[in-house]
Each structure stands twice: as C-alpha cells, then as structure tokens.
C-alpha cells in the first residue's frame, strides 16, 4: 500500500495533535447472518466473484487481475441486494461493474442474483466506497457510475454522513471519465435536492433531474418508496 495512506480498515484517523477519532461514514453496518440461500450463494460465488478487504492494502492490487480483462469499468455504489446490479449485469456484458456494498447479507444474495442471471462480469467489494474511489480508483478511469437509493440520512443532524456533499463529489467526478455518467435516484426529495445543489456546483460535471432510467429495475428499495407515495427523483451528471 501507498506510504501515508490510511489503511482501508479500520475507519479512524488521527487529529493535528495525535488524537484518535472514528471517521464520519457514510453507512452504517448492519447485520451480517445469512439466511440459508444466501449461504449457499456465498458459497457457490464468493471465491470467484467477492473481492477480500484485505486484498485492498496489498501495494500491486489492480482491478483488471480480478475481473480477468481490461473493460470499462462501471460502479456501483450501495447495490443493497444485488436487484439492479443483476439486472444491468446481464444486458451489459462487455463492462466491468465493481458492486460496492458494506452489508454482507447483501452482497450474498446480490452473488445468487448475479449468479441467477447467468453474469460473469460483477465483483463484489465490502471495503468503504469513498475510500475505495480515492485510493484504488484512477482520476479519468470509470465510465459509468451508479448510485440508487442510498441512505438519505434523514435527521438533520446525520445529514453529514450523505454520500452526495460537495467534498466527495469534487472527488468522485475526479474518477469518472471524460464523458462518463453519473445516474442517481433517491426517494427522499430534500435529498434530491441536495444533490441537484451539489452536483450543479461541481464544475466537473453537467446534468440534472431525467426522467426514470427505463434499464434500471424496480428495486425494493424504490417499492418502499412508493409505498409510502414518495417521489422518486432520477439525476444523471456527465464529466466534462
């Protein structure tokens, strides 16, 4: 691993004066018991398709070496249980798609879902995202990246921890591609607006609030939303 770079686990840092802190995330871990399918996709997956945190420290890690090519590479940030991540797997196979998930019963049920659909072209990772675009991702390297639904951190006081502030997105239009996109899709509208504040504020990228993306999948997550008759807002950014 780069000298002075922090380790990608565990999420601390060190203040001006030495003092230890736990770093503010932007999720939470939940719990990590499988149901019997999911183990059984765990096993019959994990060895081919999850990359090990530990792998993340190693000083020659190298996307290509898991994925066994050189590929676009599209990102998932917070793929939940693996619905769109599937679905968009199977009708994309020329892409790499790195799935960024913490919740472990996720990311087994998101391998018998891909696995389900006959995909070979998903990796699972559990290492935090932020700290995966910015120490293992080149500027200029993703071609795609996909955020849906992630966690709206609806108190205010949490509202902190959102994946979409003006830091990070300066840092993850860094990775997108000349040209590449960035679609999102939240329930949570002064969440959407949020993002619409942010992202037109980053002048690396353009866009705003689209119509729904017709490829991507109802996820459970949307189905709640609709449930409780919220509004979903899609967005899509491109890097200029």
């Known amino acids: 691993m780069n000298e002075g770079v922090r380790p990608a686990r565990p999420h ?19 719990g990590s018991r499988f149901t019997p399918k999911q183990q059984a996709a765990w096993d019959t997956y994990a060895e081919q398709w999850v990359i090990p945190d530990e792998a993340a420290d190693l000083p020659d890690f190298s996307f290509a070496e898991w994925f066994g090519r050189e590929a676009p590479l599209v990102v998932e ?5 693996g619905e769109a ?31 389900e659909v006959g995909a070979t072209n998903v990796r699972f990772s559990s290492v935090d995202a932020v700290w995966t675009l910015e120490h293992l991702i080149a500027p200029d390297s993703i071609s795609e990246l996909w955020t849906f639904f992630p966690d709206p951190w609806h108190k205010k006081r949490h509202h902190k921890r959102r994946l979409v502030n003006p830091e990070y997105a300066a840092m993850i239009a860094s990775r997108l591609a000349p040209g590449g996109l960035w679609r999102l899709a939240t329930d949570w509208a002064d969440y959407a607006e949020q993002m619409v504040e942010v992202l037109d504020a980053e002048p690396l990228l353009e866009g705003g609030v689209v119509e729904r993306w017709a490829e991507r999948p109802v996820t459970k997550f949307e ?8 509004v979903i807002t899609d967005l899509a950014y491109r890097r200029v």
């Open 85 to 115: 991540t599937a679905a968009l797997a199977a009708t994309r196979p020329e892409v790499n798609i790195l799935a960024l998930e913490v919740w472990g019963p996720g990311v087994a049920e998101g391998l018998g879902r891909v696995g």
């Open 223 to 230: 189905r709640k939303g609709i449930a409780k008759d919220r």
């Open 12 to 30: 601390h840092k060190e203040t001006d004066d030495g003092r230890r802190m736990r770093e503010v995330l932007t999720y939470t871990r939940r």
């Open 77 to 81: 940030i917070g793929g939940g249980v």
